[in-house]
């Protein structure tokens, strides 16, 4: 795979992903604010939408062939891909995983997070933790010189020493000129292996986490995936470029 294979960002690339970035983290930070009890997921899906239209931006997941939501909406052991529709409801305990992409001027960026319906049991707040260490850790580890699987080596030994298990049927990936572009960056790995880090890479970095066991299943809706055993699954992801200053979060 060759740099230009990569799709190498330049310092004014990454300024406009950025900016891309900022509206995702504007939108995260109005969710804050919900009462996810009084809200069903198509009403949060329409109020992300709404947010991101009124930056002059568009869902990023509309531009998915057949997906026609802003978000994806996951609840506990719903692990990725949820559909945000109106029968989709939350109460106290749950935890809600929120993916939303962004695209305007050209420019993509990815990023998911997690809200917590408090209270949730202790189960579910470490693996939310453990969920969370695993992508800062992975993101502490995104510096010039450092392997993808340095990254992916950092997520899996986060999640198993919180006694808990990683995703290995979804990945990360790069992104910013396209949603989804190369390289795979798997939260799975060993220490110095696989391709090594550049500056001007923009990587999307989304540990998955499971409660129980790694496998999953699809629903038959053809998106929702769930845990193969019921258990809850904790997925977070941050939209981060490789720099010779370190890492940079390009949507926090």
């Not at 609840?75 to 962004?102: A, W």
Request: charged share 20%; hydrophobic share 45%; net charge negative.
């Amino acid at each position: 795979m060759t740099a230009k294979d990569l799709a190498l960002k330049s310092a004014d690339d990454i300024k406009r992903i950025r900016e891309c970035g900022l509206v995702l983290a504007g939108i995260f930070k109005a969710l804050e604010a919900v009462d996810f009890c009084s809200a069903t997921a198509w009403e949060l899906d329409s109020f992300i939408d709404s947010c991101i239209v009124k930056k002059q931006a568009r869902p990023a997941f509309k531009t998915i062939r057949g997906y026609d939501y802003a978000s994806c909406i996951s609840v506990n052991n719903e692990v990725v891909h949820g559909i945000p529709l109106k029968r989709k409801k939350f109460t106290t305990g749950d935890i809600v995983k929120i993916d939303i992409g962004v695209v305007m001027n050209g420019f993509f960026s990815d990023a998911c997070r997690i809200f917590p319906v408090l209270p949730v049991s202790q189960t579910a707040e470490k693996l939310v933790m453990t969920a969370q260490h695993a992508l800062d850790s992975a993101i502490a580890r995104m510096v010039p010189g450092n392997t993808i699987g340095d990254l992916g080596h950092s997520i899996q030994t986060a999640a198993e020493f919180g006694g808990f298990s990683v995703v290995k049927h979804f990945s990360g990936h790069g992104t910013g000129f396209a949603l989804h572009e190369p390289p795979v960056v798997p939260n799975w790995g060993m220490p110095g292996l696989g391709r090594p880090l550049v500056p001007g890479m923009v990587l999307a970095v989304e540990p998955i986490v499971n409660e129980g066991a790694a496998d999953i299943v699809r629903l038959p809706d053809g998106w929702t995936s769930v845990t193969v055993d019921g258990k809850l699954s904790a997925h977070c992801e941050h939209t981060i470029a490789v720099t010779d200053a370190g890492p940079l979060i390009l949507t926090g």
